[in-house]
């Protein structure tokens, strides 16, 4: 229910965002009509035509994005023809001479009565496919939802209900501009002027549109003055997420629930498929991870290690991978990375979250503690408190009769990417490169799912990242198309990660690593030398920075020498 209030809430909202403007003046072309046969049909064309082509992108992959577009150009050039006859009753008649009914309907000149729903209806569903409303906090949060749970009811419903909202905050501007065209058409001449003004902010809208102005500019504007609203509306109104809980020596561990079912997984590695029946009798330790996951590498020495020190003992360790990016759902990746990670306890490919909504889980990593009893016990979310959670399983393990449990704690190793992070709360938060959730893209307006060629800025401040050369900006990850490119990011952190792909013919990819223009030298990272020379071989997480000494701001540069390259995230440490 909360997921509905919110996704109507957000729509209502973007009457406030600047990336609602473009499409201002096609809802305001009918303002001086009759609203029940004009506005009200033209806002439910645009609502559902939104909410359908929204669950379309998010869950259909490349050809739904293509498709989108040439109904895009189409809808560009009939609203291009509304704005020229709102400008010329001359354009408007010529152009209705072959038309003549549906036509004269269509354009909305003179003072006719005669009003059509389908036309209106048809004016909204253009607009529905231009109407590009900023993804700040809430609708990247319906988004998310809709690329997780995949093409359903509920999808398209909470797209729906956000586009009604924003229909509803619409609705009430075009009551009052209507009031305000009517009392203005009564004075002698003002009506045919607010009629040619209604054409030339049509043909602005179409042309903003066209140039991407709605998806550059007033994209980076709304989100500095809209997310902190956003943000805090999530927050007054969503459910509290489950809270770390502190295991108190001597009191008993609560019962949180009951294991859920592992049947939801696609594929097993490292073992059969195993069942929460089956594993009746056992203590379970379920770590909710996913390779390219910089939080999830760090705690798997510890994971690791428990499954080591209390195999013989009665601990059976799951790892239940649920993948972040589309890669991570290739099967020979994930064997690949789990081979790589040294991980050899049962891993369960979760590619459709169907173990993630069991457990009603929403962290990486997350790790549940499950007794003998089958009942879950204790959870932690993230990395830390490894201490505490050894505690727990040896508790859980003496519940269950075990005796003679090996002492001490574990205490990995850890090397390379797996070192724990330094726990410094100014260090840079992690970037995503894919326009679905990017932040703090510096270089100028982006072209989604297009090639296009980027320059970086003379300066970038703290956090902030541009592109140089050909690249194409896809949903979740950027792609180089020439020779040469680079990425450059301002950052504050002692580690630096990126999670990159090879192009799709999977041939190496080669780069160069600069921190402030000069060669990393101590400062190299695990995945490159000390002139900061490397390869990308395979699509995970590679670390390219760890710095010796100073901590403060740095401008990190990576030059690749190959096109294809394909590059995801940051991730700091």
């Not at 049509?202 to 500095?224: E, H, K, P």
């Not at 490894?386 to 040896?394: F, G, L, N, P």
């Not at 950027?478 to 990425?487: A, E, F, H, M, T």
């Not at 041939?507 to 390869?535: C, E, M, S, T």
């Amino acid at each position: 229910m909360f997921l509905l209030i919110l996704a109507y809430f957000g729509g209502v909202l973007t009457i406030l965002s600047p990336c609602i403007l473009p499409v201002l003046p096609f809802v305001f072309a009918r303002a001086d009509r009759p609203f029940t046969r004009n506005g009200l049909p033209m806002l439910i064309g645009m609502a559902l035509t939104f909410a359908l082509v929204a669950s379309l992108a998010a869950v259909g992959g490349g050809w739904a994005i293509r498709a989108n577009q040439y109904g895009r150009i189409v809808a560009l050039a009939v609203l291009a023809v509304l704005g020229l006859t709102l400008m010329s009753e001359r354009i408007a008649d010529w152009i209705s001479r072959p038309f003549v009914a549906l036509g004269n309907k269509l354009a909305p000149h003179g003072d006719s009565e005669n009003d059509s729903v389908l036309s209106a209806a048809a004016l909204g569903v253009a607009t529905g496919l231009l109407w590009a409303p900023c993804a700040g906090p809430i609708l990247g949060l319906l988004l998310t939802g809709a690329a997780l749970n995949g093409a359903n009811v509920q999808t398209t419903l909470l797209l729906l209900v956000y586009a009604t909202g924003a229909a509803t905050s619409l609705a009430l501007a075009l009551a009052i501009g209507g009031r305000v065209f009517a009392l203005m058409k009564r004075s002698l001449g003002v009506g045919e002027w607010v009629r040619r003004g209604l054409g030339l902010l049509v043909l602005a809208g179409v042309a903003a549109i066209a140039l991407g102005l709605d998806a550059g500019f007033l994209t980076r504007v709304s989100l500095i003055s809209m997310s902190g609203i956003e943000q805090t509306l999530i927050n007054a109104i969503r459910p509290a997420p489950a809270e770390q809980t502190t295991v108190k020596a001597g009191a008993s561990l609560p019962v949180e629930g009951d294991f859920p079912s592992l049947d939801g997984a696609t594929q097993w590695i490292n073992s059969p498929p195993l069942t929460a029946q089956s594993l009746r009798g056992k203590v379970v330790l379920v770590d909710f991870w996913t390779y390219s996951c910089i939080n999830c590498i760090r705690a798997l020495p510890y994971v690791r290690g428990w499954a080591d020190k209390y195999k013989d003992h009665g601990l059976v360790v799951i790892g239940v991978h649920s993948p972040e990016f589309a890669f991570e759902k290739d099967p020979r990746n994930v064997a690949d990375a789990i081979k790589n990670l040294h991980v050899d306890y049962p891993v369960a490919l979760d590619d459709h979250y169907a173990i993630w909504k069991g457990f009603d889980n929403a962290y990486w990593p997350a790790h549940y503690f499950i007794d003998a009893q089958g009942q879950i016990r204790h959870h932690h979310f993230g990395e830390g408190d490894y201490k505490q959670s050894e505690d727990v399983i040896r508790r859980m393990l003496a519940d269950a009769g075990q005796k003679n449990l090996p002492g001490g704690y574990v205490q990995p190793d850890a090397q390379g990417a797996e070192a724990a992070g330094s726990g410094d709360a100014t260090r840079s938060p992690e970037t995503y490169l894919g326009y679905d959730r990017a932040e703090n893209f510096a270089g100028g307006s982006v072209t989604q799912d297009r090639s296009s060629t980027y320059q970086v800025p003379l300066a970038l401040t703290a956090n902030q990242w541009a592109l140089d050369g050909h690249w194409t900006i896809n949903k979740e990850s950027v792609r180089l198309d020439s020779n040469l490119g680079r990425i450059v990011y301002r950052f504050r952190a002692r580690d630096l990660h990126v999670v990159l792909g090879p192009g799709h013919d999977g041939k190496p990819v080669r780069f160069r690593v600069l921190i402030d223009g000069k060669v990393p030298g101590v400062d190299h990272g695990a995945d490159i030398d000390a002139d900061g020379n490397g390869a990308v071989t395979a699509q995970r997480l590679y670390q390219l920075v760890r710095l010796a000494n100073d901590r403060g701001e740095h401008t990190f540069e990576i030059l690749f020498l190959d096109p294809g390259v394909q590059a995801y995230a940051f991730t700091f440490g």
